[in-house]
């Protein structure tokens, strides 16, 4: 949307190369120190300068890129796509205290950067949990408005950079710095990815006996009463014969059919958390609301079958149902609030992956006008007992005792804000890339009848796509 504070200036209308929509771009910049707008006398001010460009595999430009943070985001449609490098402005906050701590600083960072553009990132999941020291780059959230970025939109692609101005800022210094980066933007794309070290070891946090006992203690915490509903997650650590480019991973992702979000953030080289998830979480423009119940499991390696038997053994699953009800519940609950209208499908469907199926149910709401903000929806909604449980304060509270790590960003809300719109995907199906190891996350629903060795292989199901690209030989 437009405002006095903020501008977007297309210096051509042509479908440039990538090389001459940099040289495009930088002319621009050269030319906007003549006319210092009436913008100035606000606060902050954001001027994107956004060329067309020619069709590019925006993974790939990311990867020959050597400015960071490096991030990457694409929606579940595949219709909205972008590659960013850089800092122009960010939000973040790495401090004590609860979740509703958290979305309220993340609240008042929002109101002070007045973002018009999209800032991109994630949160802790937990922001009680105290975090091992592989998480130390990712604080308790980060968002990024990046210096430069390509963008795939509306079936379009775009080089832009943005000038982040704040008061007292000097102009010609800030254009003087945007420029430099954009001379260190590498335009070159043909050096052909790598492919991944070899992997020498897996091993499992915890391994299988403990997960075991734990999901028993869990189900006790059901008999007792206490609660109905507790996901439990693994770690699956991946020890390679050397340092890797975790891009790897996101450039060999193997499934191009898979309705997932593909979200990947490197703040230091080689030090990445990214995420190929089906779920989201909400997206939101004004006060529209789309989210979902997602969770039930079937695997289709499982039952040897397709798509047509995956849904039949799923609808039919009393388990994985009431599994999922919980899931539809509590979202109907928490909206209710801070909803005008819930139009919440009554009918569970089946989402279809290439191994997985899941049940599925699509939710629409009008947010009250009071509640038409980030903060409010992401405290309500985050996290669904798809990725926490019921009651939503007790099983955070277990899952801190019974996981033998921290969630870091796993499971947690990753995407993109701007002022009137965003998106969330819940980042399950996660890694974190720490020098020579690897560190994927993924877990299970657990209910009252809940086998905990099925629960095990269903987990190992969830990490298959990520494992397979560590397989693939040329
Ligand atoms: C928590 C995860 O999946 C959730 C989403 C869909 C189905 C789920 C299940 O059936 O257990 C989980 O609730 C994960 O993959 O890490
Ligand atoms: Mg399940």
Redesign the pocket.
């Known amino acids: 949307m437009m405002s006095e504070h903020y501008h977007t200036i297309t210096p051509s209308a042509e479908l440039l190369s990538i090389e001459k929509a940099v040289a495009s771009l930088k002319t621009a910049l050269s030319l906007y120190d003549d006319k210092l707008d009436a913008g100035r006398d606000h606060k902050n001010h954001l001027v994107t300068f956004s060329q067309p460009v020619l069709p590019a595999d925006l993974p790939v430009w990311l990867s020959v890129q050597t400015i960071y943070p490096r991030v990457f985001w694409m929606n579940r449609e595949k219709d909205y796509a972008v590659a960013g490098i850089g800092i122009a402005d960010t939000i973040t906050y790495d401090g004590e205290g609860n979740n509703d701590e958290m979305f309220r600083q993340f609240e008042r960072s929002i109101a002070r950067t007045t973002p018009q553009a999209r800032y991109f990132g994630g949160f802790h999941f937990n922001n009680s949990e105290r975090q091992d020291p592989i998480w130390k780059e990712f604080s308790s959230f980060s968002f990024v408005l990046p210096l430069v970025q390509l963008t795939f939109e509306n079936e379009h692609y775009s080089l832009s950079c943005h000038l982040w101005l704040e008061q007292g800022d000097d102009v010609i210094t800030k254009i003087r710095e945007l420029t430099e980066v954009l001379d260190r933007v590498v335009t070159n794309t043909d050096c052909s990815a790598s492919k991944l070290p070899e992997l020498l070891n897996i091993s499992y946090n915890p391994d299988e006996t403990r997960w075991i006992e734990l999901c028993r203690k869990a189900l006790r915490t059901f008999t007792s009463g206490e609660m109905e509903k507790i ?1 439990l ?1 693994r770690q699956t650590i991946l020890e390679f014969s050397t340092t890797l480019s975790p891009l790897l991973f996101l450039l060999r992702y193997p499934y191009p059919e898979n309705a997932i979000y593909r979200f990947y953030f490197e703040p230091a080289e080689n030090r990445a958390f990214f995420s190929f998830s ?2 989201r979480l909400y997206r939101r423009k004004g006060n529209q609301l789309l989210t979902e119940a ?4 079937c695997s289709k390696e499982m039952i040897k079958g397709g798509d047509h038997h995956a849904s039949e053994a799923l609808l039919n699953s009393e388990k ?1 149902i009431r ?1 999922h009800n919980f ?1 539809r519940a509590m979202i109907y609950e928490d909206l209710f609030p801070i909803c005008r209208e819930i139009d919440m499908e009554e009918d569970v469907c089946v989402m279809q992956l290439n191994r997985l199926a ?1 049940l599925y149910t699509r939710c629409s709401a009008t947010l009250k006008p009071e509640f038409e903000n980030d903060s409010d929806v992401l405290k309500r909604l985050h996290p669904t007992p ?2 926490g449980g019921v009651p939503k304060e007790p099983a955070l509270q277990h899952i801190m005792e019974l996981e033998p790590f921290s969630r870091g960003w796993y ?1 947690a809300p990753v995407g993109w804000i701007s002022r009137d719109a965003a998106e969330f995907s ?1 980042a ?2 996660s890694a974190l890339v720490n020098g020579r190891f690897t560190y994927l ?5 657990l209910v009252t009848g809940s086998d905990p060795l099925s629960e095990w292989n ?2 190992d199901q ?1 990490i298959g796509d990520i494992l397979t690209i560590t397989r693939q030989e040329a």
Do not use: C, F, N, Q
């Open positions: 996901m997650a089906p779920e997602l969770a039930g499991t994985d599994e899931v899941h798809a990725v499971a819940v399950i199906r996350y993924s877990g299970a629903g269903e987990v969830k």
